[in-house]
């Protein structure tokens, strides 16, 4: 029946009454049965106190009363069975069984001491007590000293019980049935800190505490008279093989230092001081962190000594392999509570070379806002030793350790010192990798708001492009990604001009047509997502700014650069050019559309059919920057066309048929652009209709569109089999029947392109000595235009000559020279300008024989009253006589040359200012007939 009866007591789904019946029940058993039922006790005890805690009122006094009966039938027989029961319930979760456990055994105590506890004990001094020797005697005798102690101690601990009650009950007992209270607490002083040490390490928060109010109390009343004991009990206390026992020793220490006065602490501390080092190297995480704690409470009190006498200690025994780990996560718990205090003491040990960077990464780690102020002297100690190990197998160890550093810094101050101390060492060849593999890192852990730092974080790595070591462009992409990823969108606008600012600085510092690191495997590819996402998302106003920095990009870039982008990219840009913006934005689109397809001409190709949909529309654009770009493209396009021919046809069709002039002209343009691209798969048909539509507008008053026609013309004199060149140079380029200047201007200029693009036939040996008596012929022109462009096709009949190491027609050298002597300013300039042209056409300088020709009418030049063909020629003298380099071909044309001359040519050399030799000649492009977009 008994384990039936213990089961309904302790259920408690049992109704209340149910199970006071039940409770009821021992209260007569006892007397029923006597000592038989002493058996059933500690069964029954359990079941009492869950009857003691019970909501009812009822059942609780219940209780209550079969314990009081169970006390008093068997404090004598059955002690040790009741005893532990009760020692337990003094600690229990429960409020109401920690108040019953006291009362009961405060009745047990009573029954064997004699005593009575229906004494009142209000108004009592603390330390005031009713009991006697007798009645301490009868206890000790009965219970034995062990046993004694600890029931008093448990007693001693509840008198700081959080629950009123329990401390007025266990207060009641405790003046009762002891004599004298600091004698009492000597005796039982070892009892007593091992049960207040494994409170102070319990999981219970109101256990904790209770025994830290308790440990306090005890330090107050009996001041430094007590330390003497207490700290050998504590030392004795860290050799426990119990972690939890040990671990409350520290949290005793901590309540020790805490309610005892400075002077006693300071007096006292040569001995906590071995203990504490002892215990931050324990084995257990949690004596580590109470130890640090307890470290920390020392140091308020006593100051700097404690990190001289301690932090050594530990720092030394980092390095051992039986306690090295343990005192370094000890060093850190103290780190993670003072790092103001400790880290100024432990970075210089911290950073001296060798540098044992897992020590340094797990402290510095934890030093929250402290370590700000040092990264100074941090970060150049971890760049050097993760540099060191950079390409071995320790590198992946190394950057963990660096990672777990930088990831503790999250103040501003912290991250701006973080994140310009690592974009300095990326600028040093030192620790480069190093530097930037961490700001990779970082950009890709942190959860700071890192959008404040792209701008300076491009300028500075941008600058890396200008290197074409492959792994070093690899970690700048990667971290350049990462930076991108994570930089909200809402900026992206401002961030696209910072990354076209950066790609700018960088071409104007390199002055070289492609930036290596962009031309590397992907190297510019990283750029590509972040332009595609602002040009489908920022307004319209700002889509020309992202067009710009697509174009400067790929222009310094090449198909390996861009490789894994292209697709990703042109199909944005032709997406914009399908909708309605504004002028300027198509132009930039078509342009960088145009920049993509020369760079990347075979992974365009796919998109050809597309792009000339939106080329065939561009081109009859009424903005004329709109249709220039559109003739651009169709002519990057040309060679990959599948049906060139008909995208010829319709550029002529619009010049034939379109009644706007400016349409006319971009279209000429646009099929010279074509015709330099892909002329020779064009067919003969083709070529006579385009001879035919250009030649109507020779004569044209729009100097633009003459000049386009008058190029395309030329352009296509290239192509020509002989036969058919033979009859266009008769009837349309050697023609100088026409009295009309602006024919005859119209032929000079067609005359000029032809020379350009086909040079190597109109001065072969079948027409050179035609094509140049046509030149002489214009240059006699009453007309200045005319005999400026003259001017300019004989600049480009010499340089062919030149270019080719012909001897040069001594009969236009002659004319050329004295060109110098016509009255239009204009034809002075050109003639200079072709003469600079012809001395850098080849290294070599002239021959002397020429230099006898040009050379006086240049001096001649040098006096002209007019500065801009002053300036001019003494430019050209200087590139002439290469006088930048030295004088020698100077002092050999001056011996070829009569007395007069030579001193003419003296003086002009005398007079040519500082600023010529201090500049290069810009040499412009003779044929005038060229687009100049």
Same mark, same amino acid.
């Given at each position: ?16 009454y ?19 039922f ?18 009812a009122?009822?059942v609780r ?14 404090a ?22 920690r ?6 055994l405060?009745?047990l105590?009573?029954k064997?001491s ?10 009592l001094?603390?330390?005031e007590?009713?009991g ?7 206890i ?23 629950a009123?009650?329990?401390?007025? @009950? &266990?207060?009641h ?9 600091? /004698?009492? $607490?000597?005796? +039982? *002083? =070892? #009892? %007593?800190?091992?049960?207040l040490?494994d409170a ?6 109101e ?6 109010k ?5 330090v107050r ?23 939890e026992?040990?671990?409350g ?12 006065n400075?002077?006693?602490?300071i007096?006292?501390?040569d ?7 002892r215990?931050?190297?324990d084995?257990?995480p949690?004596?580590?962190?109470? @130890? &640090?704690?307890?470290?920390?409470m020392l ?5 700097? /000594?404690? $990190?001289?006498? +301690? *932090? =050594? #200690? %530990?720092f ?18 103290i ?12 970075i ?26 040092h ?21 992946e ?6 990672r ?6 999250d103040?501003?101050v ?14 040093t060849?030192?620790?480069? *990798? ?9 950009y890709?852990?942190?959860?700071v708001?890192?959008r ?22 690899k ?13 909200p ?19 104007m ?50 198909q ?6 292209v ?16 002028p ?31 080329v ?5 654009d009424p903005?004329?920057?709109?249709r ?14 599948p049906?060139?021919?008909t995208?010829a046809?319709?550029l ?9 002039l400016?349409t ?17 798969k ?7 209709e385009l ?16 000049n386009?026609a ?10 020509m ?34 020379l350009?693009?086909?040079g ?42 030149r ?7 001594k ?5 050329l ?20 042209q ?13 230099l ?5 009418q ?9 500065s801009?063909v ?59 007939t060229?687009?100049?977009?």
């Open positions: 029946m008994m384990p039936d009866f213990l089961k309904i007591i302790m259920d408690i789904k049992a109704a209340s149910v199970r006071d019946g039940y409770l009821l029940v021992f209260v007569y058993l006892p007397a029923v049965f006597g000592q038989e002493a058996a059933f006790i500690s069964d029954i005890i359990p079941a009492l106190l869950v009857g003691l805690a019970d909501d009122e009822y006094e219940t209780a209550l009363q079969c314990g009081q009966r169970i006390v008093t039938f068997f004598d027989t059955a002690i040790e069975l009741l005893l532990p029961q009760l020692e337990v319930g003094m600690f229990d979760e429960n409020w109401r069984i108040f019953a456990s006291v009362q009961l405060g009745d105590l009573y064997i004699g005593a009575s506890g229906k004494h009142t004990t209000a108004g001094d603390e330390d007590n009713f006697t020797d007798q009645s301490h005697s009868a000790l005798e009965r219970l034995g000293g062990n046993h004694r102690n600890r029931v008093l101690a448990g007693l001693y601990i509840s008198r700081s019980d959080n009123l009650v329990v401390r007025q @009950a &266990a207060l007992v405790w003046k009762v049935i002891v004599t004298n209270t600091p /004698k009492t $607490l000597r005796e +039982i *002083l =070892p #009892e %007593l800190f091992e049960i040490l102070l390490a319990s999981d219970l928060e256990r904790r505490q209770v025994a830290a308790t440990l306090g109390e005890l009343k009996l001041g430094e008279r007590i330390l003497p004991e207490i700290i050998p009990i504590l030392q004795d206390g860290l050799k426990s093989p119990v972690d026992h040990r671990e020793v520290c949290v005793g220490l901590m309540e020790i230092i805490s309610s005892s400075k002077e006693t602490v007096m006292y501390c001995i906590l001081e071995p203990t504490l080092t215990a931050l190297m084995t257990f949690g004596v580590r962190r109470a @130890a &640090a704690e307890a470290f920390c140091d308020s009190v006593v100051g700097h /000594k404690i $990190l001289d006498d +301690i *932090l =050594p #200690e %530990l030394d025994k980092v390095t051992d392999p039986v306690d090295g780990d343990n005192a370094l996560d000890g060093l850190q718990q780190m993670a509570r003072r790092s103001r205090i400790v880290l100024p003491y432990l210089p040990r911290l950073t001296t070379p060798p540098v044992n960077t897992k020590t340094l990464a797990l402290l510095t780690a934890v030093a929250g806002e402290a370590l700000s102020k990264l100074g002297k941090v970060l150049p100690s971890l760049l050097a030793s993760l540099q060191a190990k950079m390409g071995t197998p320790e590198e160890t190394e950057t963990g350790y660096c777990s550093v930088m990831l503790s810094v103040d501003e912290g991250v701006s010192t973080l994140v310009e101390t690592l974009m300095s060492g990326a600028q060849e030192k620790n480069r *990798l190093a530097a930037i593999t961490l700001l990779d890192l970082f890709a852990s942190t959860k708001d890192v404040s730092f792209f701008v300076s974080t491009i300028r500075q790595l941008i600058r890396l492009y200008m290197n074409d070591d492959p792994v070093l462009i970690k700048v992409s990667s971290a350049i990604g990462t930076l991108i990823k994570k930089t969108t809402d900026v992206i606008y401002e961030n696209v001009a910072a990354l076209r600012t950066a790609i700018r600085a960088v071409h510092e390199l002055k070289v047509p492609c930036v290596p690191g962009f031309c590397l495997p992907d190297g510019a590819a990283v750029f590509i997502p972040m332009l595609r996402d602002a040009l489908l998302s920022v307004p319209a106003d700002e889509k020309e700014v992202v067009g710009q920095t697509i174009a400067d990009l790929v222009r310094l870039s090449n390996a650069g861009l490789r894994s982008s697709v990703t990219i042109t199909g944005p840009i032709i997406r914009i050019l399908g909708d309605r913006y504004a300027s934005i198509r132009a930039v689109m078509l342009d960088a559309l145009n920049c993509l397809i020369e760079k990347c001409t075979l992974l365009i190709k796919p998109f050809v059919p597309q792009i000339q949909t939106t065939s529309r561009a081109l009859s903005t004329r920057s709109v220039v770009k559109a003739g651009l493209v169709a002519a990057s396009i040309a060679p990959m066309h049906r060139l021919e995208l046809n319709d002529l069709e619009v010049a034939k048929a379109n009644a706007d400016g006319k002209e971009t279209s000429f343009r646009s099929l010279r652009a074509l015709l330099t691209a892909a002329g020779a064009l067919s003969a048909q083709f070529r006579s001879v035919a539509v250009s030649s109507r507008y020779l004569d044209t008053e729009e100097n633009e569109l003459k386009a008058a190029g395309c013309l030329g352009a296509v004199v290239r192509f089999p002989d036969d058919e060149l033979a009859g266009v140079l008769k009837n349309q380029i050697f023609d100088t029947s026409s009295t009309d200047w602006g024919m005859q201007h119209g032929h000079c200029l067609t005359l000029g392109a032809a350009k693009e086909a190597d036939k109109l001065v072969s040996e079948t027409y050179a000595d035609q094509t140049m008596e046509v030149i002489l012929k214009h240059h006699t022109s009453d007309r200045a235009a005319v005999v400026v462009t003259s001017t300019r096709c004989m600049g480009l009949y010499l340089l062919h000559q270019r080719t190491n012909q001897p040069l027609n009969k236009l050298l002659i004319v020279a004295k060109s110098f002597n016509h009255a239009a300013t204009d034809v002075k300039q050109r003639v200079a300008e072709v003469c600079s012809l001395a850098a056409a080849a290294p070599e300088p002239l021959d002397i024989s020429e006898k020709i040009v050379v006086p240049i001096v001649n030049g040098t006096k002209e009253k007019n801009a002053r300036y001019d020629s003494e430019m050209a003298l200087a590139d002439v006589l290469a006088l930048r380099k030295d004088d020698t071909l100077l002092e050999t044309c001056k011996a070829a040359m009569d007395s007069g001359a030579r001193e003419s040519l003296q003086n002009a050399r005398k007079a040519i200012s500082k600023s010529v030799f201090m500049s290069v000649t810009k040499l412009e492009e003779l044929d005038e060229l687009p100049r977009f």
